[in-house]
């Protein structure tokens, strides 16, 4: 069974600061890796979403890296801003299940 | 179509009694998914449609909770006889199964229906 561990549970960074979030999963056969953003109370915001066959991806400050064998994936936010508090959330698609398993996320607070 | 929409964003409803909560996905996505979350926990399937048909439920749908998809358009999720232990958040989402290019599509959620029991 995918088990999807998301490191650290929370965090808090001043403003500005580089910060990377860690996801890791058990079985390393996935369709794709994806990485959401929920905000108190509100669904899920796609922030990116990696293909099996892809090392990285990337959205303005935000850049998605996944090692499929190691079954590791990082979030790396730079230049962090109080905007970007949030709970980020990973999540793999799989061949054979027809859902996507969630980490149970990492609250960052950032700090002005 | 400007993404998946559900309805009720909150509901407050005592033990015993019925709910419904509604999932109008995006219009040209033929995969409609529900996912419950509780608080500080990641969302859990519960239960998916490929257009009106129902493929697969979880093990934590129990027999008091029903989903349609009625024409392959907008979900329905019931909960009937609400216990406190049904308090969550409930997620509607939905994707594109066909692939292009050997690429699979990631999933839109919505915005969520806050569920307490009291």
């Known amino acids: 069974k995918q088990e999807v561990t998301q490191i650290p549970a929370a965090l808090s960074v001043p403003e500005g600061e580089n910060l990377v979030l860690n996801c890791s999963f058990t079985?390393?056969?996935?369709?794709?890796l994806q990485w959401f953003r929920q905000d108190p109370g509100k669904g899920l915001t796609s922030l990116l979403l990696?293909?099996?066959?892809?090392r990285e991806q990337t959205s303005g400050r935000l850049n998605a890296s996944l090692d499929k064998s190691s079954g590791r994936s990082t979030l790396y936010i730079a230049a962090s801003q109080p905007g970007d508090s949030a709970t980020y959330l990973c999540?793999?698609?799989?061949?054979?299940?027809?859902?996507?398993?969630f980490g149970a996320g990492t609250r960052l607070t950032v700090k002005p | 179509d400007t993404g998946v929409s559900q309805d009720p964003r909150h509901k407050i409803t005592k033990r015993g009694q019925n709910v419904t909560f509604r999932c109008d996905p995006i219009?040209?996505?033929?995969?409609l998914y529900w996912y419950r979350q509780t608080l500080g926990q990641g969302p859990e399937f519960l239960t998916y449609?490929?257009?009106?048909?129902?493929?697969?439920k979880s093990r934590l749908l129990s027999d008091r909770f029903s989903a349609e998809r009625p024409k392959g358009s907008f979900s329905t999720l019931e909960i009937q006889r609400t216990e406190q232990g049904d308090s969550a958040m409930y997620l509607c989402?939905?994707?594109?199964?066909?692939?292009?290019?050997?690429?699979?599509?990631?999933?839109?959620f919505g915005s969520g229906t806050r569920l307490t029991v009291v």
């Open positions: 079985d390393s056969a996935i369709y794709n």
């Open positions: 999540a793999v698609s799989q061949p054979y299940n027809n859902d996507m398993r």
């Open positions: 990696i293909q099996s066959s892809q």
């Open positions: 989402a939905s994707r594109h199964t066909e692939t292009g290019g050997g690429k699979w599509y990631g999933y839109t």
């Open positions: 219009s040209e996505h033929n995969r």
């Open positions: 449609f490929q257009n009106e048909a129902q493929l697969e």
